[in-house]
């Protein structure tokens, strides 16, 4: 094993895909993990060869001397455990999404990285998903013109609609918006992770280069496509999960093209999300998935 240490809180699903991703490099050793649930921990602990396990993350990160950090827990842990990371000396914590409940958290929680020198990334890992990944290359590629709008659907603005405002600053190569309007309604009580959500919403944004973007949740999202990129040229949707996952309508066509992209493994990207960040620190650049 390299030389960087690894510690993982939040021992769930969300928790094994990120230590598939330290396991898939000899740069990284899993030395500890933290969660409340003892089974969770024993099991998490025996899948992954881990030596030491905790139930309290502060205890794991006053004892432990690690280089990186994985919070994978419930959003509304997220501001606490990114500052108490930050604080223990690390290198760099991969935090999953949505980044804190409000505004105000998620300013605190990424200024204390910076105070700190600590790198701080956000699991938006689509960016890594061989369908969205080569939806980009085609779009960098030329392959329908010069991008005039951007569209995504989902069932909330908070856990899913993270993802795709993500992956609109991704096509738009990471442009500044200009403006952003939008209006939710909340006919219903719903809740996803312990935070309310909306029935429906509607985000309207429109970036400084003048491309703009409508992203459509709950009642009102559009379903046919998660993605769509419409160009001068051509438009290019990304499906649900349903076939097709990728597809492309050329200007002047009649019908639609499925473009060949890579296997989809379970839980590959969020692995790839992990390599990225890891030899963001081995070489000092940027990671994709930078706070």
């Known amino acids: 094993m390299g030389g960087y240490k690894a510690g ?17 490099t000899p740069d990284v050793e899993i030395v500890a993990c ?30 432990e001397d690690l280089d990186f950090v994985s919070i994978c827990t419930w959003t509304r842990f997220h501001k606490e455990m990114v500052l108490a990371a930050a604080k223990s000396g690390i290198k760099a914590i991969h935090c999953e999404k949505p980044m804190a409940h409000t505004w105000g958290e998620s300013k605190d929680l990424y200024q204390a990285c910076v105070d700190r020198g600590v790198i701080i990334t956000f699991c938006h ?30 069932p909330n603005l908070f856990d899913w609609g993270t993802h795709f405002f993500d992956m609109f600053f991704f096509y738009n190569n990471e442009v500044a918006a200009d403006w952003v309007i939008g209006q939710i309604d909340v006919a219903e009580d719903l809740e996803w992770f312990g935070v309310q959500v909306e029935t429906s919403g509607v985000a309207w944004i429109r970036w400084q280069n003048g491309v703009e973007g409508l992203l459509t949740t709950g009642q009102t999202a559009q379903e046919s496509a998660r993605n769509r990129l419409i160009g001068s040229e051509g438009i290019i949707e990304i499906g649900p999960r349903e076939e097709p996952l ?14 060949v992209f890579g296997e989809i493994a379970p839980n590959g990207d969020t692995v790839l999300s992990v390599l990225d960040l890891v030899d963001s620190v081995k070489t000092g650049r940027e990671p994709m998935l930078s706070g």
Not at 13 to 22: I, L, P, Q, S, V
Not at 41 to 56: L, N, V, W
Not at 128 to 153: C, M, P, S, T
């Open 8 to 24: 993982i809180i939040g021992c769930g699903g969300r928790g094994k895909a990120h230590a598939e991703g330290y396991r898939a």
């Open 34 to 63: 933290a969660d409340p649930c003892a089974e969770a921990r024993e099991k998490f602990s025996g899948e992954f060869g881990i030596g030491r396990s905790y139930a309290d993350y502060s205890q794991m990160l006053g004892r």
């Open 125 to 154: 890992q689509r960016r890594f998903r061989a369908n969205y990944a080569r939806a980009k290359e085609l779009l960098d590629g030329g392959e329908i013109g010069q991008l005039i709008r951007v569209e995504g659907a989902c």
């Open 246 to 259: 990728l597809r492309i309508m050329k200007l002047g066509a009649t019908d639609w093209e499925e473009p």
